[in-house]
């Protein structure tokens, strides 16, 4: 069964910075592109980065240039540093694949970022 469990949310101040992690358990974790997706209050989940087999990354033009998306495939691990943090960042933020998604979405972790 797969199981995606993510951590490293939290409290920020506009500016600050935090780093998400996301363990990933019950799939061949190193073949699958991973993302990192977000759910704001009212809105639609999005894609905010993405990380591929060979470590190839892909951002939405919202985070491009302060977040980083990596991967541990040792670890089955995808994390993603997030800098300049700003209040529209405020969501919650969940792992999965991306042209594959997994249907077990785990629980998330909210970041909140005060202006």
């Known amino acids: 069964q797969v199981q995606l469990v993510e951590s490293g949310g939290g409290l920020v101040q506009s500016g600050g910075s935090l780093r998400l992690s996301c363990v990933a358990s019950?799939?061949?974790?190193?073949?699958?592109?991973m993302g990192w997706y977000r759910q704001a209050p009212g809105k639609q989940r999005e894609l905010v980065a993405s990380?591929?087999?060979?470590?190839?990354?892909n951002y939405a033009d919202s985070v491009k240039g302060r977040f980083t998306v990596s991967r541990d495939n040792g670890k089955n691990t995808v994390n993603l540093q997030m800098n300049s943090l700003k209040p529209e960042d405020t969501a919650v933020y969940y792992c999965?694949?991306?042209?594959?998604?997994?249907?077990?979405w785990g629980q998330g972790t909210q970041v909140t970022v005060s202006s």
């Open positions: 999965n694949g991306v042209t594959t998604i997994f249907r077990n």
């Open positions: 019950g799939i061949a974790f190193s073949i699958y592109t």
């Open positions: 990380i591929t087999r060979s470590s190839s990354t």
